[in-house]
């Protein structure tokens, strides 16, 4: 059986800049308010009709080939992490596939979440294994911003979360060779209404939609996220350290999603990881969702915080209630 590698990575964030400041008026928030809960500093915001979910897949993922000295038409999958598709129906691996220049390959979308990467990753993880595909797009992708209240009403959410998408080529290699050593999934379902978007779905009264209508915005109940993220992480990270036999001094890049930079530091001491073993970029772009993890890892590798040999742990926690983990051997 094969297993499975990172060979490169790349990211696209929108050029457009929102700092606390600006949302101060519009939300009846502050920059102190902000940073103090959330270490948020600024988070990018795509523009109407300029940048879009596939467009920014499409430049991450061209430069995470680049990145792996690999050409377009060596791709032979798809999987694309996102809750925030370009249109309700297709997903968007579809819109990745054609603007990208690819052949008929398949393409698909998964959506669960903060946690959408590990799940895209463990499935292109599976593929590759079983031998049906050889190099793989792996994607997180996300337009937040279109979607946010942007009225006092939804700032407890609305401050948090930002526009990004990053993609790695995850590839074949030989059984022996150390890549992706394992991914642990799980969720729970009693905590649905802890964190969702109601509409448009099967539970909202059919259209027209009312303008402003609350279930078509993301409702969270901050506090039972955040205590249920901090006992989430640490349990799915010991999990993916029992399984592989390894212990936490044997990590040398946590890459946490990107929720809450309370949560970070908040994993950091529970699991006795020095700082400097714990990347954070939310400072610079909120929670870009499934985005996050690929973005943050995708900058740890550009500041050379993640050199080839290292042990780095990813894990995740988000709406569904959904969280995983992953322990994988850099490659390059
Ligand atoms: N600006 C100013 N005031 C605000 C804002 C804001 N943006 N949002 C809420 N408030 C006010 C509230 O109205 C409330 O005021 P009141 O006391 O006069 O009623 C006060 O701040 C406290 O509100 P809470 O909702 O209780 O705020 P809390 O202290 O719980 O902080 C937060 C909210 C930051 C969301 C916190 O619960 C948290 O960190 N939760 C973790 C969840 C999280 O980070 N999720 C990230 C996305 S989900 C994911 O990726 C897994």
């Known amino acids: 059986m094969k297993n499975s590698k990172i060979v490169g ?63 377009v038409k060596d791709i032979d999958f798809i999987v694309v992490a996102t809750m925030s598709p370009d249109y309700q129906f297709p997903g968007v691996g579809t819109q990745i596939q054609d603007q990208l220049g690819l052949g008929y390959v398949g393409a698909l979308d998964i959506r669960n979440q903060c946690s959408g990467f590990i799940y895209a990753l463990s499935t292109a993880d599976q593929f590759v294994k079983t031998g049906m595909y050889k190099n793989i797009l792996v994607i997180g992708a996300e337009i937040h911003s279109h979607r946010l209240d942007k009225t006092p009403r939804g700032r407890a ?8 998408a990053a993609a790695v080529v995850l590839s074949a290699c030989d059984e022996g060779e150390e890549g992706v050593l394992s991914t642990h999934l799980h969720s729970d379902g009693a905590y649905t209404e802890e964190l969702m978007a109601k509409g448009p779905g099967n539970l909202v009264p059919p259209l027209p939609v009312i303008p402003n209508d609350p279930d ?91 050199k080839k040999g290292d042990l780095v742990c990813i894990a995740a926690f988000g709406s569904g209630f959904t969280w995983a983990s992953s322990l994988i051997r850099w490659n390059f």
């Open 9 to 71: 990575i790349g990211h696209c964030v929108p050029p457009g800049i929102v700092k606390n400041a600006d949302l101060e008026e519009m939300m009846n928030t502050s920059d102190a308010w902000i940073q103090e809960r959330t270490g948020i500093k600024e988070r990018r915001w795509a523009k109407f009709g300029e940048e879009t979910v596939a467009s920014m897949a499409v430049d991450a993922s061209k430069k995470a080939i680049a990145n792996a000295g690999m050409e």
């Open 157 to 164: 959410v609305s401050v948090i979360f930002g526009d990004g």
């Open 216 to 306: 078509f915005f993301p409702h969270m109940n901050g506090r039972a996220v955040f205590k249920h993220a901090v006992i989430r992480f640490s349990e799915v990270i010991n999990e993916a350290l029992k399984a592989n036999g390894k212990q936490v001094e044997d990590i040398d890049m946590l890459i946490p999603h990107q929720a809450n930079l309370r949560i970070s530091q908040f994993i950091q001491r529970a699991m006795d990881l020095p700082e400097e073993k714990v990347f954070n970029n939310i400072m610079k772009y909120g929670n870009t969702t499934a985005a996050s993890i690929p973005l943050a890892l995708s900058e740890a590798v550009e500041e050379g915080r993640i």
